[in-house]
């Protein structure tokens, strides 16, 4: 750029001194062309003039051409004296441009160069400083708003866990309550219903025994369909009372006979035990319901109360429709009754028909061997041999 600057300024000087010189030089020209057109203008008028006007006119062109000549000369270096004389002032004025220029050129380059740098390290390099700091702090706070952000995050799903579970707890707890409520209110229930149904039946134990027959039938029906398990030993007691008092009829105690069986129990013992003394509700039924109760408490451990109610009525007719009462339920029973040495007395039980009756027992074949083995068949061997 300076070497630049150094030539515009050494050109500038020498084409402008050129063109002033060109400039009075055509003006000398242009005035010489000019007095010689007017020359030869005279010259064409005068041409039919005397010779003396010819020759005074060559001389006068003579003293023109070395006027113009002198004028040329002369002008030329009055010219060039002044065009030296302003080229020498034009180059001390064009040096002191030009170290001006030059001096301006520098500071304008430093000014240039060093602005930016300047710039750069009193604006730009601190600015980027500020960026990169900013930037690290932004950073560093979208990080601390990822980990706030997950932190909260957990903090919610450990609430959810906590709430969820509050709630199952609660809702536990509720059904906790709810089921301890429902279990105090079913066990009031249950007890006022238990309560009801114990005074019911007692009441009806109670109407069994007046001597109204509507309350008597009410009062037998309501036993009959009343669960086994409903019963206390108090009312067991108070049924067992009633059959031995025999005070109600046949087809009552056959009933309460029934209900007795199904019920193992002390006193459906001391009832079934005295059954054979109560003449009055001795009946088939009664029987079979005694045989059936000491079947299921085990004949083997009732074996003289049982000997004796088969005694009590027709032994030999019982004996016989005990093999079809037993057949299924109790065929080991069947097996213990043929070896109960007074059962077998020949005197009491028609041995050879119940030995026959045996015979058609659906499980003769498969208890075969025991009963060759029993004192019924023993018994039956003697009569046979006679």
Request: aromatic share 10%.
């Amino acid at each position: 750029m300076l070497v630049f600057s150094f030539s515009f300024i050494y050109c500038y000087p020498q084409s402008k001194k050129t063109n002033e010189n060109n400039q009075i030089k055509k003006e000398l020209i242009d005035s010489i062309v000019k007095l010689k057109n007017q020359i030869h203008f005279l010259e064409n008028k005068l041409t039919l003039s005397d010779s003396v006007f010819g020759s005074k006119i060559n001389l006068l062109v003579q003293s023109l051409d070395s006027t113009k000549k002198s004028i040329d000369d002369s002008r030329l270096r009055e010219s060039l004296t002044s065009a030296e004389s302003t080229i020498d002032k034009l180059d001390s004025m064009i040096d002191s441009f030009a170290v001006l220029y030059t001096v301006i050129s520098i500071v304008i380059i430093l000014l240039t160069v060093g602005i930016p740098i300047i710039f750069q390290q009193l604006a730009i390099k601190p600015m980027k400083e500020e960026i990169r700091i900013d930037h690290e702090n932004i950073t560093t706070e979208l990080k601390n708003i990822y980990e706030l952000k997950i932190d909260l995050r957990e903090k919610q799903i450990d609430l959810e866990q906590k709430v969820h579970k509050s709630i199952q707890n609660i809702d536990s707890e509720k059904n906790g309550m709810f089921d301890q409520i429902k279990k105090e209110f079913d066990s009031k229930f249950i007890d006022y219903l238990n309560k009801n149904k114990q005074e019911a039946i007692d009441q009806a134990l109670i109407n069994l025994i007046s001597e109204k027959k509507e309350f008597q039938s009410k009062a037998i029906n309501y036993i009959a369909l009343t669960p086994n398990v409903d019963f206390t030993d108090e009312q067991l007691f108070k049924i067992s009372r009633i059959l031995r008092e025999q005070k109600i009829d046949l087809d009552k105690s056959e009933t309460l006979s029934n209900k007795l069986a199904s019920i193992e129990s002390e006193y459906s013992d001391d009832f079934f035990s005295s059954l054979p003394v109560l003449e009055k509700i001795n009946s088939k039924n009664t029987r079979l319901d005694g045989y059936n109760y000491y079947a299921k408490v085990g004949i083997k451990n009732k074996e003289k109360e049982f000997i004796s109610l088969i005694l009590s009525e027709n032994p030999t007719q019982d004996y016989i429709e005990l093999i079809d009462w037993f057949r299924s339920s109790h065929q080991t029973e069947i097996i213990s009754i043929i070896n109960f040495e007074k059962l077998n007395d020949k005197g009491i039980i028609d041995i050879k028909a119940v030995y026959e009756k045996l015979t058609n027992w659906c499980y003769f074949e498969k208890y075969k061997k025991e009963i060759e083995q029993s004192l019924l068949y023993y018994k039956y061997g003697e009569l046979s041999a006679v």
